[in-house]
């Protein structure tokens, strides 16, 4: 203060005027304050003064401590507090550095003003000689230390975590800072946190029972519906087992009357049999009587007449023992059979339960029940309708247990890599087959020739050339000389088998068409999709595509569903099976979800049921119907090829990249059988070459127990199911 007191001085002097002392008096006391409020950690004192100094009550000049703390955390002023609360915001702004706009750390002044963080400015200087704020001349040498700026930085950076700490981390901070607590305040302080830590301690200990009430209550909960759903179950079983019981009952009455009608019968027979041997015998004895008396045949004929009944007699005996072995063979067979159905059942288990309870739960709150006449249900009165099905299933699934080859075709050089067959097809009769693949030839064979004869080269009884590999054919169902192909450049062609020309070629595909097929209810119809992602749907008459439908991935297979021509369902690389109505194109009528590689193929076992392959060696069944998925079929390898896809009303049949054929039940996710290719010769020279062949194409012959079968060698196999 002692160069205010002079300036008042110097002031007093120079004006000679008391009222102007005054007023400049007071305008230096009020610059002083701002530096003293500045300077000091209690602000009140300073105001205090103040007004004491300009009331004249005290005409000394007030000392101040610069470096005065408060006593006690109660002696800093609410109000002050507050205030500094409300004027952070401005005063953030005024602590930031120019340049890196963050809190000054380590405040240097430079001789034009400026303050910076010492390494920012220091930084920069190493790059410009001037100042960022005003561009100033400027050097190392003309740095200095901002103490004060210093100090309302800790202050500011105190105020700013006292506001954001807890309580407790604020209490612990008074204590470092030499707050004094006495030993009365510390115990009371401690009773009050041993009360609240056994308050919270309550508090814990209530919810970790209610939330383990809440456990306990929900897991009884999803046992009891368990139980409810097991007793459900055994009901369901119980009453299916008295229904089974009652039939084989009514099964074995019926076996018995047979057995006592056969019984009869043979008595009849043998009863009547001895009685004319006897007849015989007497008018054999008169005859011969009359016949010596009348010196006809002599007695050595007599005899050996007698001795050719006996050999006639012990015929008769032994042709019956023969029956009787045969029956006891066929029955040991018989019982062989079931032994190795069992087995089946035991081993398919877990699946065989599922599929019955799904059955059966289905359909048990339904007491009205439409059927569809199949010749694999077998109806009878009492039976539940769920049971029928089941038993349906169970029959079928039983019934085989491997693939038997009954004739193979092959197609050229065993080796040779243009082998590869990428679609085979029956035509509507099941007579006629075709083949196609990446020789550029769609071959026609008789299926009877091929049965019939024996050798492994068989002669195409019709052979077409075409321009490009072909990709996927398709009989058409009406039109029985009809068949349609697809190729690598895009082509869908509609052949004439008869004459062995083509009769239309559509070449809209700008890239490969990957799949082809005619629609079952409207023979002039036909739809394709390519790797340009067009779906195009054709008609015979016209030579122009009637539809064409954009998606955004490859196309790379499509099917007609079999009760409609307006339906349609396309396996795209983008993972999902797209329905359509080709009524209208906008947008699906759903997106199946599920597979996660690309689909490439699609086939429909009937109109509700679909079908899809797809490259993440997987098979699902889908309902599109309900739009649902119905179950998925494992146990074949398929990473990157094309290796076929064909269904009937029960089974599904696909290749694998092992040079295998996988059969599957559709309501069983594990196959019932596999059948691999080639001889043991070739296996082991697929073992020493990495196994690179695979299963390419796969064709059921409706809905027989046949199939066609042909892999990437140009090998063609006839399979049929077997027990």
């Known amino acids: 203060m002692a160069w205010s007191v002079f300036t008042l001085r110097k002031e007093n002097r120079s004006f000679g005027s008391l009222s102007l002392f005054l007023s400049k008096f007071y305008f230096i006391l009020s610059r002083n304050f701002v530096y003293l409020s500045l300077h000091t950690s209690n602000p009140k004192t300073v105001t205090k003064n103040m007004e004491e100094f300009s009331t004249g009550t005290d005409p000394r000049v007030p000392a101040v401590k610069p470096d005065s703390k408060p006593s006690s955390l109660e002696e800093v002023p609410l109000e002050a507090a507050s205030a500094a609360v409300s004027e952070d915001a401005e005063v953030d702004k005024d602590l930031l550095c120019p340049i890196c706009m963050q809190i000054i750390k380590d405040a240097f002044l430079t001789s034009c003003g400026h303050s910076f963080c010492y390494m920012c400015i220091i930084t920069h200087l190493r790059n410009k000689s001037d100042c960022p704020c005003c561009s100033q001349f400027l050097t190392n040498n003309q740095l200095f230390p901002n103490i004060l700026l210093d100090k309302l930085l800790k202050k500011t950076s105190a105020r700013q975590i006292s506001k954001t700490a807890s309580p407790v981390e604020q209490f612990r901070q008074a204590l470092q800072q030499g707050y004094e607590v006495t030993i009365k305040e510390l115990d009371n302080l401690l009773s009050l946190l041993a009360e609240k830590k056994r308050k919270m301690e309550q508090e814990e200990a209530e919810r970790n029972m209610q939330i383990l009430l809440d456990f ?14 097991i007793q459900t179950d055994l009901q369901f079983i119980k009453e299916d087992i008295n229904s089974v019981e009652r039939h084989r009952v009514d099964l074995y009455r019926a076996r018995d009357r047979y057995s006592v009608k056969l019984r009869m019968l043979g008595d ?49 005996v032994s042709q019956r023992k023969d029956a009787l072995s045969g029956a006891d063979s066929q029955g040991i067979n018989q019982s062989g059979l079931s032994v190795a159905r069992k087995k089946r059942i035991h081993a398919q288990f877990n699946d065989l339960q599922e599929c019955y309870l799904q059955k059966r739960r289905q359909l048990a709150n339904q007491l009205h029940i439409k059927q569809e006449s199949d010749k694999n249900v077998i109806h009878r009165e009492g039976y539940n309708a769920g049971l029928a099905d089941f038993q349906s299933v169970l029959s079928t699934f039983t019934q085989y247990s491997r693939l038997r080859v009954i004739a193979e075709v092959r197609l050229g050089d065993l080796f040779h890599s243009a082998n590869i067959v990428s679609s085979i097809e029956f035509d509507r009769d099941d007579e006629l087959f075709a083949t196609a693949g990446v020789s550029r030839r769609i071959k026609v064979f008789d299926l009877s020739m091929v049965l019939n004869e024996l050798a492994d080269v068989h002669c195409p009884v019709v052979e077409m050339s075409t321009r490009s590999k072909l990709s996927c054919l398709s009989w058409n169902k009406h039109w029985k000389n009809h068949i349609a192909s697809s190729d690598y450049e895009g082509i869908v062609t509609v052949w004439d088998v008869t004459t062995r020309q083509s009769l239309m070629e559509y070449e809209e595909h700008e890239k490969r068409a990957w799949s082809v097929d005619f629609s079952r209810t409207d023979p002039s119809m036909l739809v394709s999709g390519s790797d340009d992602c067009k779906v195009k749907v054709w008609c015979t008459k016209q030579e122009a595509s009637v539809i064409n439908i954009d998606m955004k991935a490859n196309i790379c297979c499509v099917k007609y569903n079999p009760g409609s021509s307006n339906f349609i369902a396309v396996g795209s690389a983008d993972h ?43 098979l699902r069944l889908w309902d599109v119907k309900e739009n649902l998925p119905l179950r998925t079929f494992k146990g074949h390898t398929n990473e990157k090829n094309f290796v076929g896809l064909t269904v009937n009303s029960e089974y599904i049949a696909c290749g694998s990249e092992t040079n295998e054929v996988y059969v599957y039940h559709k309501e ?44 990437s060698q140009g090998t063609i196999k006839v399979l049929v199911l077997a027990a």
């Open 668 to 711: 069983i996710s594990k196959p019932v059988t596999w059948h691999r290719f080639g001889s043991q010769e070739m296996e082991d020279a697929d073992e020493d070459g990495g196994g690179s062949h695979f299963i390419s194409a796969v064709c059921w012959k409706s809905d027989s127990p046949t199939m066609l079968t042909a892999n």
């Open 268 to 316: 009849d027979s043998s009863t009547r049999k001895p009685w004319s041997s006897s007849m015989d015998k007497n008018n054999s004895g008169i005859v011969s009587s009359s016949l010596n008396i009348r010196g006809g045949m002599p007695a050595g004929n007599l005899q050996n007449k007698k001795i050719d009944g006996k050999t006639q007699l012990s015929g008769h």
């Open 216 to 229: 306990l209550q929900c897991l009884r909960k999803q046992k009891v519906d368990e139980l409810n759903e």
């Open 576 to 618: 999902h099976i797209h329905y359509y109505d080709l009524r209208n194109i906008s947008s699906p009528l759903h997106v199946f979800s599920g597979h996660k590689k690309a689909v490439s193929y699609v086939k429909f076992l009937s109109e509700n049921e679909l079908a899809s392959a797809s490259t993440d060696s997987t």
